[in-house]
């Protein structure tokens, strides 16, 4: 200590210490800083992504379900025109249909089987 007194180092060591502190302190701020804007950018970006993936999402859904529901109302109309022709396929045939499960019902074999005895 080159002619400085003990008092003087001391003073001097303490007031590098308080400075160190701050720059410490700064220095976390700054950090906490980027961490959160990085955080906030990260969250955009998400988003973003997000979005555009939903919208290709959508997008597939339209092509494949028609965008005003079109091919929603097509479908409809197939499956009615298939209903009304099998309605028309049974009523035409109803009368021999009734008459084929009379004749089984009426007409059975009651003879008893050679396995069988």
């Known amino acids: 200590m080159s002619g400085k007194r003990p008092a003087e180092t001391i003073q001097t060591l303490l ?12 220095a976390r701020k700054e950090r906490d800083a980027r961490l959160k804007k990085a955080a906030s950018e990260a969250e955009e970006e998400i988003a973003a992504y997000r979005a555009a993936k939903e919208a290709e999402y959508q997008a597939e859904v339209d092509k494949y379900m028609g965008t005003s529901g079109t091919e929603t109302e097509r479908i409809a109309a197939e499956t009615e025109k298939r209903v009304a022709a099998t309605y028309e396929a049974t009523k035409s045939r109803k009368e021999e249909v009734v008459s084929m499960l009379i004749s089984f019902v009426t007409n059975v074999d009651t003879s008893v089987r050679t396995s069988e005895k």
């Open 15 to 26: 007031e590098a210490e308080s400075q160190a502190k701050l720059v410490v302190e700064k």
